[in-house]
């Protein structure tokens, strides 16, 4: 076989279903080995496979990947990344099954019919269990997976230090491997000047080095820490290179309505063949741009961290030039687990022999520090993040919901079984704050613990996929609410949840005008008014300024408007506008419970306004394929009012 890694996966037991965990480098040949377990799996009839993802981007690239090599021996392959309120019966009749770990945990919540045929998962980007968002919710699947399911588990990553412990938790076998078909060689760049192990070469100053790079036909990925970064810098570039002859900046610009500056800031730099990448971004963008790159219609990206999660889009040269990220009160370098995560990017198979990763040091002092932070520093082990209240209380819910525990006992020996059990065993500190989350949730009326059983509505927030803390909040507003509660209440309600974190800040010049509105309105709110002087009365205060955010969108102020106003970009505003909604349909699912059917309709017209940033009086006419919002105004403004 030509890649090594393969080769040992077979000897391993790879189709003899033992579980795996291979730690091994980008471009390896990682994603081949789960393939042929896939097709190990579908030729025995074993059962379904489940490919998880982080990432929606990610579930769709290997979707449309797999389609391309394996729809025509047979292999029936689905993909499901959204609608956490759905069982997605279309998947039964799948072979291969590509799923993001929120989207696999909520069709566990709803116990899919099909759960049961599972026999093979792939979990890709393992590493993933160490993220402080995305890592529980890997944990606590993998755990209910294989201890109630016993598939085969193949786990992937190029970055696990302490893979042995991560195998030992899944009785896997490990597979190391620090094969690259294409090199890496890595140096840092200081004062003119790259500097490798084996010595030093003079490269001119930093753009003078891009632009020899790209000059021989080579493309480059450049990382920084903020969006602003990568605008500024992708600008100055574009500034060097010669305008080139494409259609992709009109594709960018044209895929909103009403472009904003940001917009016309990244066609600008387009037609020079250098583009920015960042969530700032909507997604239409971000896929036009990562097409144009594999294409070889951009030469350069500048991007944010985003771009290093498991996208497939290496390039010759990368560039860390921001190592350092703001936390914690004071700048802290990153860890070297991202680090290596990025310079990953090295290296095109089929076009470079080797790939150049660089770091960028402000000094020789730093070049050192670098040097040995970096080049021949370890990388940090994967850790649990299980242990985090928010998140612990959320999957309590679920585990006493899909009765896969049925008392405090199982309960504890469950997370027993959890990465974090396996590393920390049964501490006091988390056992207490198990039964501690237990508590609350039978004062929040969403289990009790006499049958330990869930209640009707905590079911349904299970169900749902909200914090339980949210989704009280929310009831409470429902049990207040009346037909006269204006739109900002509802939105402030929903902004108050952790779902539509992190919120706008108010800034001092805003704080009077604030305070006076919530004064004027103290008993129109769909919760108590904190005390100012209470730590919640800031967040209070900026919930009302994310919830104006959200009414300015409805009220049909663009996105220029909205950037210029509250500095969110198109990409922040969708992220927020998709949570929003979803919150807005959970009000109205307890709402149906509660028996509030009266507010149920202005709840949903309100969920619909937000989806569509539109006065109500233009519903009909959006909700028409190939309507937008700017369209739909200039109709009814002529009299076209109704379908």
């Excluded at 896929?287 to 498991?310: D, M, N, S």
């Excluded at 008993?523 to 955010?549: Q, R």
């Amino acid at each position: 076989m030509k890649y090594p890694v393969q080769k040992i996966s077979l000897e391993k037991g790879l189709l003899e279903g033992k579980n795996l965990v291979i730690s091994s480098p980008t471009a390896s040949g990682k994603t081949i080995i789960a393939e042929l377990g896939v097709i190990n799996n579908w030729i025995n009839k074993k059962g379904k496979s489940v490919y998880i993802v982080p990432l929606r981007a990610l579930a769709y690239e290997k979707y449309t990947e797999f389609k391309e090599k394996y729809l025509g021996l047979g292999i029936k392959i689905g993909i499901s990344t959204g609608n956490y309120d759905s069982t997605s019966e279309y998947l039964a009749d799948k072979d291969l099954i590509i799923l993001t770990s929120e989207k696999l945990d909520s069709l566990i919540r709803h116990k899919a019919c099909w759960l049961s045929e599972i026999s093979l998962i792939i979990s890709d980007e393992t590493h993933t269990l160490t993220d402080i968002s995305r890592g529980p919710t890997l944990e606590i699947i993998l755990t209910l997976l294989k201890e109630n399911f016993s598939p085969q588990i193949i786990a992937l990553s190029a970055t696990i230090s302490n893979a042995y412990e991560i195998a030992e938790w899944l009785n896997a076998e490990v597979i190391f491997s620090d094969y690259r078909p294409v090199p890496i060689k890595k140096g840092i760049f200081v004062e003119n000047k790259l500097i490798f192990e084996e010595g030093a070469e003079e490269v001119g100053d930093f753009m003078s080095f891009i632009k020899t790079i790209v000059k021989k036909g080579k493309q480059v990925l450049i990382f920084l820490s903020s969006r602003r970064n990568t605008e500024s810098l992708a600008e100055k570039i574009s500034k060097e290179f010669p305008l080139i002859e494409t259609e992709l900046p009109k594709k960018v610009l044209s895929t909103l309505e009403n472009p904003t500056k940001q917009c016309k800031k990244e066609y600008e730099c387009l037609r020079h063949g250098i583009a920015f990448h960042h969530a700032g971004l909507i997604n239409k963008q971000r896929i036009l741009i990562e097409k144009g790159f594999r294409e070889g219609k951009i030469k350069i990206i500048c991007a944010t961290t985003t771009l290093a999660a498991g996208l497939n889009l290496p390039a010759f040269l990368v560039v860390i030039r921001d190592l350092k990220r703001f936390s914690g009160g004071y700048s802290q370098y990153l860890p070297n687990f991202e680090i290596q995560q990025m310079l990953g990017r090295c290296g095109r198979p089929k076009y470079d022999k080797t790939g150049l990763g660089i770091l960028v040091a402000k000094n020789f002092s730093e070049a050192e520090e670098l040097k040995e932070r970096y080049l021949y520093g370890e990388i940090e082990p994967i850790t649990s993040k299980l242990s985090i209240e928010p998140v612990l209380r959320m999957h309590i819910l679920s585990l006493i919901s899909s009765e896969f525990v049925r008392s405090t006992d199982e309960l504890l020996k469950f997370f027993e079984k959890t990465f974090f059990g396996y590393s920390f065993g049964t501490i006091y500190e988390l056992q207490k704050k198990i039964e501690d989350i237990l508590f609350q949730l039978e004062e929040l009326n969403f289990i009790t613990l006499d049958n330990f059983k869930v209640t009707r509505i905590g079911r349904r927030v299970s169900e749902l996929y909200l914090d339980p803390l949210s989704a009280y909040r929310l009831i409470k507003a429902i049990e207040r609410a009346n037909l006269n509660i204006k739109d900002t209440f509802y939105l402030q309600i929903i902004c108050y949840c952790t779902e539509l974190y992190p919120l706008l800040k108010v800034k001092n010049k805003e704080g009077l005008d604030y305070e006076d509105f919530i004064v004027k309105n103290k008993n129109n709110f769909l919760m108590n008014v904190p005390d100012a002087w209470d730590f919640e009365y800031e967040i209070f205060v900026n919930s009302l300024k994310t919830a104006n955010l959200l009414k300015d969108w409805i009220e049909e102020k663009d996105e220029e408007t909205i950037l210029e106003k509250y500095g969110i970009t198109p990409g922040e505003l969708y992220t927020k506008k998709i949570n929003a909604e979803w919150l807005l349909y959970g009000m109205q699912e307890f709402s149906k419970l509660k028996g509030r059917l009266d507010i149920m309709k202005e709840l949903k017209k309100l969920e619909l306004r937000v989806k569509y940033g539109v006065k109500e009086e233009l519903l009909d006419l959006v909700r028409i394929k190939g309507i937008g919002r700017i369209k739909a105004r200039r109709l009814y403004n002529k009299g076209i009012k109704y379908r």
